[in-house]
């Protein structure tokens, strides 16, 4: 897979960042509120934020991964994925209430409830969408979206 613009810099994106923040707890199961899964916690720790079925996850986290600190609440469907020779498969969700994008690892490892690889792969195959291309990275919760 060639690099594409969101992997370039070519969007402005900034890198990921690590969390660094005393939010310790939350590998708890949950409901997909986009297709209702019951999604299962990491089995090797770490936090899940994201339906292994359909991708989607729920803007919940501020811009430190973890934080819990969004208001929004807003579903983040999945718009594009990258790799990352460190993380491997990275989603790309956008906020459809307020916009914000964010970046998530995918779970592909998991041995009870991995990530679909199917939806991995059709997401790769899309590419970026339209609107990923006009949007700033790390921007979003503070204005409408639409």
């Not at 070519?10 to 690590?18: A, N, T, Y």
């Not at 939010?23 to 199961?29: I, Q, V």
């Not at 991995?114 to 590419?127: I, K, M, Q, V």
Request: charged residues 30%; neutral net charge.
């Amino acid at each position: 897979m060639t690099a594409g613009p969101w992997e370039s810099g070519e969007l402005g994106m900034e890198p990921m960042q690590e969390r660094k923040n005393p939010y310790h707890g939350g590998n708890d199961p949950f409901v997909c509120a986009e297709c209702g899964t019951e999604v299962r916690p990491l089995a090797h720790g770490g936090q899940r934020n994201h339906c292994p079925g359909c991708l989607c996850s729920q803007h919940v986290d501020g811009p430190v991964p973890g934080d819990r600190a969004a208001d929004c609440g807003g579903l983040m469907r999945p718009v594009a994925v990258e790799r990352s020779a460190r993380k491997g498969w990275v989603i790309i969700h956008r906020c459809e209430r307020c916009g914000a994008l964010r970046r998530n690892k995918a779970a592909t490892d998991d041995p009870e409830q991995p990530d679909s690889f199917e939806e991995l792969l059709r997401l790769a195959e899309h590419g970026p969408d339209r609107a990923l291309r006009r949007t700033t990275w790390g921007k979003g919760c503070g204005r409408p979206h639409r």
